[in-house]
């Protein structure tokens, strides 16, 4: 063997060596990485009890027996990538909020173990728990019950079906589950209004003023100066008053605009049914409305009989095409308030046209429920 063939092979051998060491150095900052990745995962959630393949499970279901909440067991399917409920399969679910359901079950944490070989569930109030979450990913079926509250030790008691173990939890799964029906609605959506775009504003207050609002918009003075600015065509013009006879009176114009911008972007705060019948209506109040709002705006729609297209370069044309406005309505019905201990002090609300009845925030609708006719002319 030559001296030259010796040194190669002698520096193949120290690389070879050198790699081993880094390797094991790797393994061993990943191991340490490992480590302290777990010590931090127990110090801020505890011990691992179960885990669980989320993208697997295909039903779930849930009780709770709080009395402060909706009685029942309510289940969940997998329908492709849908999840549907399966007492009303057309029921309008947000999916994101149905998935938060499972995703919190891909792993479970308890404080720690309260009694190992548990003979009286009785006094951890787990004889008859308060909650029960089941779920299955088809060949296998798991339950999590969830007994009393300790106040001292701010945590629930649980155990899993098949073990005898008594865990204390903090409140994740209780607080995942403590939920209603319809605190998974698919809220429908209000109106998109522009408040410059009203043109005639009433209030009907049960038992109070009612609020006869006009937009007169500004003559047109013949010139033609862009008419829209910032994508929005621009009106000016003033509020007034009706009187039952038609006659105006001048609006305080602070006030009006207000008043307007308020019934623009109103915000739902949940649904209550996604289709109400007459009796629900007169349920919540809807047939005799505590307030109704009846805003009568215009729109800006496609002329379809003016669209052309003009040749701007080879193979490229623009598209153009006229609008007209379009007047539409929409009537706001809004109730009777809420008795429900999980949104208590919102009221019932209803649109014209809309099957779902949906609640306002109690401070919402004091906006309109508290208007007084003289407080909204000008000089007053």
Known sequence: MSKKTKTMLLTLG?????????????????????????????????????????????????????PGYENGTFVFEKNGDKWIYAGDREFPLTQDLVQAKVDVLEKVYARRVVEESCQDLGKYGLDDPVMTVAFTDGSHDKTYYIGDYNASAQGYYMYMDGSETVYMVDGTLWGTYSVELYDMAAIPSYPSLSSDHFTHVTFEIKGGDTLDFYFERDPDTGETPKPYENGKKTITGKWYILDKDGNKTAANASRASILMSSLVDLEYVREV???????DRETFGLTDPAVKITIVYTEDVMDENTISQTQVEDNLSETQWDTREEEKTVVINIGDMTDSYTYSDDYYVQLDGMKEVVTLDESTVEIFSRLKLVDYIAGK
Do not use: C, M, P
């Open 14 to 66: 120290v690389l070879a060596v050198l790699g081993a060491v880094l390797a094991g150095v790797l393994l061993l900052h990943r191991s340490n990485e490992e480590k302290d990745a777990a010590q931090q995962d127990l110090e801020e959630n505890g011990i691992v009890i179960d885990t669980n393949d989320k993208d697997k499970i295909v039903s779930f279901s849930y009780t709770n027996k709080d």
């Open 273 to 279: 049914t996604y289709h109400a019948t007459e009796e």
